[in-house]
């Protein structure tokens, strides 16, 4: 099987939401670890009725390279992280939903 991803690919739609009961708090989706710079978080929105935000995971200008030492270096495997975080005005939570990306 053989892929070509171009900039601007969409890979997956990440949601999230406060989950506490009551008032829903507004979140943020960070992209962390992608230290090679293949992904993009992109077109983040909240739904106002929800709470729900989403953002899309994109490929970035930079080319997927399933050679790069880094990845042969991880059994061929590229992982990053989405962190989600609890916007307030006193206090943040973390959630890290870890990503992994097989080149084929």
Same mark, same amino acid.
């Given at each position: 099987m053989y892929a070509i991803f171009f900039q601007g690919t969409v890979v997956a739609v990440i949601g999230a939401r406060d989950g506490d009961l009551g008032e829903s708090r507004p979140v943020l989706l960070t992209l962390e670890?992608?230290?090679?710079?293949f992904f993009e978080l992109v077109d983040e929105e909240m739904d106002p009725a929800t709470g729900m935000? &989403?953002?899309?995971?994109? &490929?970035?200008?930079?080319?997927l390279d399933r050679e790069h030492p880094q990845i042969l270096l991880n059994g061929g495997i590229y992982t990053f992280s989405i962190k989600v975080r609890v916007k307030s005005a006193k206090s943040s939570f973390h959630l890290t939903k870890n990503m992994y990306y097989q080149p084929i």
């Amino acid at each position: 099987m053989y892929a070509i991803f171009f900039q601007g690919t969409v890979v997956a739609v990440i949601g999230a939401r406060d989950g506490d009961l009551g008032e829903s708090r507004p979140v943020l989706l960070t992209l962390e670890g992608d230290d090679l710079g293949f992904f993009e978080l992109v077109d983040e929105e909240m739904d106002p009725a929800t709470g729900m935000v &989403t953002a899309r995971l994109v &490929t970035s200008e930079i080319p997927l390279d399933r050679e790069h030492p880094q990845i042969l270096l991880n059994g061929g495997i590229y992982t990053f992280s989405i962190k989600v975080r609890v916007k307030s005005a006193k206090s943040s939570f973390h959630l890290t939903k870890n990503m992994y990306y097989q080149p084929i």
